[in-house]
């Protein structure tokens, strides 16, 4: 059946019945696969089987088909973020895999945020207030969706068969390593196999690709088209011993005791950092954007986040770049016209103060 012969009363009706969060993740992969047909036009064919594959899955009764364990499933994949989530199961279903294959997903964004005592009600309830304060406001419906989502994860995690083999993906930022510590920790009362994968790793050993640029190295943004080869090759990958399980295990329990709210990678390590880590970066992207205008003026927080993101050394999204933003319009440095309620509404320039001084600076240099 195609869209254009699907009553509209029917469309509709569909994606009113479709629970928020995976409402957003049929969105995400539609905008992941259009990106993937701006850039790579020859795919289209296949990108046209990929929506059509998720148009098909939003007509089929949530009971027809659950990702989530059962007892009869081989393999259980852990995955941290919505959109790796997303081109997972494109790929499995692609392969043929979505009875022996099933998937878990870890939703939060590790890099930021507080950490302390996350698998506590405590702290979850410490992190949702945290989230509240600088990312983006809720209500007493979103603080309670929290608990339910993690009592939600809980049961994911119990219904692991003993015999399935658990493969738990993580590239090498500190959102995805620190969700793969707590996912570790979360089976530590679990004796199945447990193999580590870096999607992205063996993207670049797989397919000849250079290494990625730290701020790109993230599982969500590979090209779908890599990741069915990708999921095969992980089959030939060996356990992790009794040692490596505990030594993650305790790494997490590290994390969860310490008060930070910001993670980078350094050292090969997951290490907390201040909030103001990127303040930088975002003022120095500020000033370039200024040296390409003809006349000193104001810049639309969209692209300073964006061009941020593109250079920063790690990878973070741009609800944090946008709060350290506001911060910084807060502290002086950056002078604003409209209004924060969201990035699209407002511009930035730095402030008159900040540029003598920064105009100071480089008269001195030279």
Known sequence: MSIIQLPKKAIVGVIRSQPEQESKLYLMQVMAIVETLKQEQHLQEECCDKLFQIYEEMLTPPEAHSWEPT??????HIVVGDSFAGSMKNSL??????????????????????????HEREGLMRRWEWLQDHIHPGDDDDRDSIFRSNEHLMQQFERIPPTGSVYVWGANNAHEQSGLRYAIYLLRDKSNHVVLCDAVEMKQQLFHTPPTHNASYYSGELHMDKLPTILEHSLTYSPIDVEERRRLEQEWRVLSEDTGNLRVIKDGKVAN?????????LLQTVEQLHQAQDEYNFIKSARVIGQALVSAEQYVNDSYFEYRLRELIYSGMLEIKG??????????????????????????HD
């Open 71 to 76: 007892e009869e499933c081989e393999r259980v």
């Open 93 to 118: 279903r692609e392969l043929g895999r979505e009875h022996s294959d099933k998937l878990i997903c870890l939703r939060d964004h590790f890099a930021y945020g507080p950490l302390w005592h996350f």
């Open 273 to 281: 950092v201040p909030v103001d880590y990127y303040d930088a970066c």
């Open 339 to 364: 209004i924060p309620r969201a990035m699209r509404y407002y511009s930035v320039k730095r402030s008159n103060g900040e540029k003598s001084k920064s105009m100071q600076t480089e008269i001195t």
